[in-house]
């Protein structure tokens, strides 16, 4: 099992952390695909839109007759073949979210937090005691943690640390989320991520939780199989001695 170093804002190491294997093992990059792929569709705003023929401006009434002129017969000015006009098949408002598992959410978002892990880009820290809402003060706590580039900052669903949270909004590259907010997209989008105790020993708990508890049974030899199969039928004369 894997230890993680715990530190406070000061960036003095103050104890360890255990690490299950369920949670920070292995990693699925296609499983993490599919969890970005999902977030950035349901993102998207989908307000596009293009004005069909019977949306345009433009009378109704047919230009010229149908014969006798010897140009090509037009119905509408507003026709999709003349500018201005209607455009065919184009885009329409819609939301592009769709229906994604949950299980492959939770298991996505242990192949990224095994991912941060494996890079060395997950700190912990015992508490985020911000002493007042001063963003100054905030930017020191992490430059002591080495903090140099874009951070994700995790803080316990219910912890409300309203000085944490002032001092969080005002500086560039850095996301406050709630625990039960973290997102497999969360954590491979911004460089490095700072966890409270609590809020890593929840997340881990309810992640261990939601594995699989299947166990993987050792794969049999060919005789073995051949010896669990069906039971060998009897043959006519034994079942007359069984009778007689």
Do not use: C
Not at 36 to 45: D, E, F, I, L, P
Not at 176 to 195: A, I, K, Q, S, T
Not at 205 to 214: A, E, G, N, P, Q
């Amino acid at each position: 099992m894997a230890t993680i170093d715990i530190h406070n804002l000061s960036g003095e190491k103050v104890g360890t952390l255990e690490l299950a294997d369920e949670v920070f093992g292995a990693v699925n990059e296609d499983l993490l695909w599919e969890a970005v792929k999902h977030y950035r569709a349901g993102q998207r705003a989908g307000t596009h839109k293009t004005k069909a023929r019977w949306e345009v401006s433009g009378s109704g009434k047919k230009l010229w007759k149908q014969k006798g002129t010897g140009r090509a017969r037009i119905g509408s000015i507003r026709s999709p073949l003349w500018r201005h006009g209607g455009t065919v098949h184009g885009p329409v408002p819609r939301s592009y979210d769709y229906t994604f598992p949950r299980k492959k959410l939770l298991g996505a978002l242990r192949s990224a937090l095994a991912a941060k892990f494996a890079d060395g880009k997950i700190i912990v820290v015992n508490a985020f005691d911000v002493k007042e809402p001063k963003t100054k003060l905030l930017r020191k706590a992490l430059a002591a943690l080495k903090v140099d580039r874009t951070v994700l900052v995790v803080e316990t669903p219910k912890h409300e640390n309203r000085n944490l949270e002032l001092s969080a909004r005002n500086i560039d590259g850095l996301e406050l989320v709630r625990g039960n907010e973290v997102h497999p997209y969360h954590l491979l989008r911004y460089d490095r991520v700072v966890f409270s105790q609590p809020a890593i020993e929840k997340l881990q708990i309810s992640l261990k939780k939601s594995s699989s508890k299947r166990k993987r049974k050792p794969v049999e030899d060919e005789g073995t199989k051949k010896a669990a199969s069906a039971p060998r039928r009897r043959t006519k004369h034994e079942k007359a001695a069984e009778v007689a």
